[in-house]
Each structure stands twice: as structure tokens, then as C-alpha cells.
RNA sequence: GGUGCUAUCGUCUAGUGGCCUAGGACAACGGCCUCUCACGCCGUAAACCCCGGUUCGAGUCCGGGUAGCACUACCA
């Protein structure tokens, strides 16, 4: 009998949605569409101190700037950025669940695999210094103020006076737990190291990750469970957990992805190694409105979110082949879980900048031009022609890894330079370079407006094509009758306009600045250098 | 400390017993192209953690070491 594939990503509202926890959601998102399966979203706020506003809807942008689909439980509504819950296994927030989670704590109870525990967390924290290696487990549960340890009468009396309580789950020794695991295949582990973890705190009447956890996916009917690695060593305590209920026979599958690494020496990949490093670890700018940080993203540092999706899918997956550059639907296509590495992977920022790079020159000028005009508008320059942004985007694109980048390849597009590179100088303007120019700007004088901007197509020895401009037949003959050399007229030329030795084919800059402007800026030239 | 997971170029990885004199990509380096800076193209350097075993044959299977990481909360 084969299970609809059901997954889930679900993540804590305590902050920005890291990357790592991005790259869950994706693989989680490309199993279930390949299955034709669902892929649910669902908030696990069992901890109330942790809880931080805009958290959530932070989550569900960061998705659906990625286009990572959500098929049930919360997301924007299309095209919006209002949360919308959809699906017939909600509620989809955990805290609204707690009814839920008391029957199935109750559940436990009754049926003797789990006690109510009143220890304090002080009690507990004595407990730890005092005896080394503290754990609360079958060696240890009949010394503590618990429901074990005391009669049904005290234990009533505690909750009726209002003590505070924990319901615990009470973990049978000597039992060697399997967990089949899609990745790593049979992962092994004894009851014993296993403690009697907290399944509920009456303190703020929720369940904890462990019970909700359980309770949620065995509702909602998931049938595998994708997650980080971290989760592993909890992995057994969850198999236990649906014994205890009666629900083995739907358990869901277990997949645990390898951890992302730190670029620079081992660990996990935290906020810190971002900001120290200089490159973001969260998918959009985030304003952390508990603690006034914030947190550079992605998106606001100019990258394209197909090349997030493309750098993210391949780090702890890769193909059979060869192959670099997957589209979103190829992924859905050729991804599996067995093609997981089993390895942390440590996060290569350069790697991502390349996939930037080439994602952008998919791009088409006219997007560009569009996506550019924030960086523009910071530079002073509004209202912009946009075919003519378009056209100087298309001759520097290749020379960027993002969208802002451009302003430095395109700046004298847009402003007159008003001070001349010194290296660039000491290099290429020659003692005759002001002669030069007097006579470059005159017989420049002579090309008619039209004859200006006029070039045809041509082939070169190797018989490819290649643009030929009018000018180049105007100036060539002209340096070589004067026996000047072409680098030494051209790249003065080209200090001129630019302001230095870079930039694009000179025609190209000259065709975009027209006849006036480049007269303009020459003679301009001439009188400050 | 305990338990678990993992181990191929600097990095991401291909490799599922002979196709491996270990392949690709990023980064590095060199060259070509060229009026400049880039892009691009071509090329160079660069790895099977160690020790045993199984086998005619091991990067690939097994065992043991070592190292790294994760977990070890009334956090997820």
C-alpha cells in the first residue's frame, strides 16, 4: 500500500529563517512535488519566551520569494503578503493547538507511559551539579518528586494548590531503539542514554517540540519526516513516542540532511559566521524587532532567487552527472533522497557569487534595467531612460555578479567623470596625448550625427560575426596615416569619457554618449588633466 | 564525559569491486583574445584520514584506530 507523500517544513517563529533551514524546506518541497505529494507548512511555537514578532511572516516571504510552494497549512495568500491557512488538518500554529495536546498527553498518562514530574527547574539544576551526568531516567526517576514517587492524593493536592508541573515520558531500559533512516540507512540506539524528556509544562499549558511534533505529523498524516541532522540523536525518543500512541504502523519515513558548515574551520554555519565573513545567512533582510538587529539577506544583497535555490540544492545534493545549473523543475525532476551526501557540507559563498553570475546572464536586459533602477535612484539618478539603461546593462553585464555591481560598471553612462583615474593616467596619457585629442575632437567634428551611431555586421578570419562601427573607419585610417599607435589615441580617448582605462568597446560608449556629449567630455578632458 | 553521525583536490562533489594514470564545478595560478578593465576560451597545479583484513583486484566491502561534527534543556 503506497502512502501519499506528505511532508512538512516546520519551522519556530524565534527569528530569521537561517539558510540551512531554508535548504529543509527546499528539499522538503522537491520531494513532495516530484511524488506529486503535499507539502505543508506548519509553525512550531511550543515556546512562548522565544516567540518574535514578524518571525513568521518573515518564514512564509523568504518562501515564496524562493518559490518554494505551500500546499497546506499557512502561506501568503497569492500575491499577497497576507498569511492565509489552508488545509483540513489545522489548526496550523502549534500554540493553537493545546486542546489537541491535551487529550494525547492525557493518553499517556492513563496509559502509564508518562508521570507527572513537579521538580523545579532549580531542584534540577542542583540535581545536575550535584551528581555529574544528571539524567532524569529509570535510574533516577524514583528519587525525584514525581507521580512515581508519590500517591495519587499528593499529586492531586500539588495541581489543585497550583504547583507547577511537567508531564514526562517515561522511557522503558535496555531496549535498543531501530530508526531507519532514508539516508544513513539503520541508526541504532540504546533506551538507556535516553532520558525521560518533557512532553508538557503546565507553566504555559503547551506541549513541547517532542510531543507536538509527534501529535502533528501523525495527525496531518505525514509520511516522511525531512529534517536536519541535529534532529538524529532525537530520532529514537520519536519512534518510542508513536509506539507509545499505537501508531507505529503509519510512522513516517525519517531523512537527515547533512548540517551546512561554517566556510572556514568546523561547526555549524551560525549568524555570526555571516557577519564576520561579510555575506548573508538569511534569505531576506530581517529587522529583529525583540532585539533591534538586523540581519542582511539574499535578496537585499541582490540575488536572484533561482540562483539561491540552485547553490542551496546542491549543497548536500548532487546529481548523477555533470551538471551545474538546474532549474527549479529539473531539480523537482532528477532530486532523491539517496543522492544526499551524508557529510556536512561547508557553506562556499564564492560558489554561490558564480551561480549568481550566471543565473543574471539568463536574465534579460530589460528585467535588469528594472531591478536596477533602486541602485540608480541612490545614485542621484531618477526617471532614467530605460532603453538606455537596458542598452548599458547589456554591454557590462557579463563583468558583474550582481545587480548593484552595475553602477560601477556603468556610472559614466549616467555621470560626466569629474576626476581622472591616476593610475590610468600615469599609464596612458602620454605627453602627446592633449594633441591628440585636439585633433581626434576635430576630425570627430566631421561625422555627421547619423554616421555617429551607424555600424554594420561583419565577419572576422575565424568567420564569426562581429559589429563593425562607422567610426572605427573614421579613426583607424586617421591614426594610421599619423603614424600615431592605436593604444596610446585610444586609451586617452578613453580616459576622456570614462575617466579611466576600463569600461566597455570604446564605439560602444561613444555610440551611447552621442556625438555632443562626448565632444563635451573630451574637450572637458583637455582643460583639467 | 556519554551516545550517535561522518570522513575523495582549499571548497561543493562524481565514484555503489576492474571503465580511476580518480572525473566535473568554484576558488587559485598561467596563457590566448584585446584600445582598457572585465567577460570568455584554453591550460596548470591540487584529493581517496591511518592501519589491518576480505579479494586475482579496494577510493569502493569488513574491522580497528584517529579526527571532525551533532546531540546530551520545562529550545526547537
Redesign the pocket.
Known sequence: MERRVRVRF???P?GALHIGGVRTALYNYLFARQHGGDMLLRI?D??S??FVPGAEEYILEALDWLGIGIDEGLRLKKGTKEIEAVGAHGPYRQSERREIYHQYVKQLLDSGHAYI?????AE?EAK?TEIP?F??DARTRMQMRNSLTMSQEEVDALIAKGE???VRFKVEPDEDVHVHDL????????SN?L?D??LY???DD?P???LA?IVDDHLMEVSHVIRG??????APLHVLLYRAFGWQDTMPEFAHL??L?K?D????LSKRDGDRLGFPVFPLEFHNQKDGSVSSGYRESGYLPEAVINFLA?????G???Q?MYTMDELIKYFSL??V??????F?Y??G??FN?QYLQLRSNEELAEMFLPTLKEQGIECPDMAMVAKVIGLTK??VNFVPELWEQTNFFFVAPTEYDEK?LKK?WKEDSPKHMQELIALLETVSEEEWHSCREEKNENSETVIRWHLDDVVMPWIAEKEYG??IV??A??ICL?G????????NITDVLGKEETLKRVREALSRI
Open positions: 516546520a519551522p519556530s524565534t512550531e511550543t515556546d519566551t522565544r514530574a513537579f521538580d523545579t527547574p534540577l545536575r551526568n539524567q532524569y507547577q508541573y511537567v539516508i544513513r540507512g539503520e541508526v541504532v540506539i540504546n542514554i532520558d524528556k518533557v509544562k503546565s507553566a503547551l513541547t517540540y517532542h511534533n541532522e541535529e534532529w538524529l540523536p532525537s547533512p548540517l558548515l566556510p574551520g568546523n561547526g555549524k546542491l549543497l548536500g545534493w548532487h548523477s552527472g555533470d551545474e539517496d543522492r551526501s551524508k557529510s556536512g557540507a561547508k562556499d564564492e560558489k557569487k558564480w553570475h557579463d563583468r590610468s596612458r592605436v593604444g585610444m586609451n580617448f578613453r570614462v579611466a582605462a576600463r569600461g566597455p568597446h570604446i564605439w
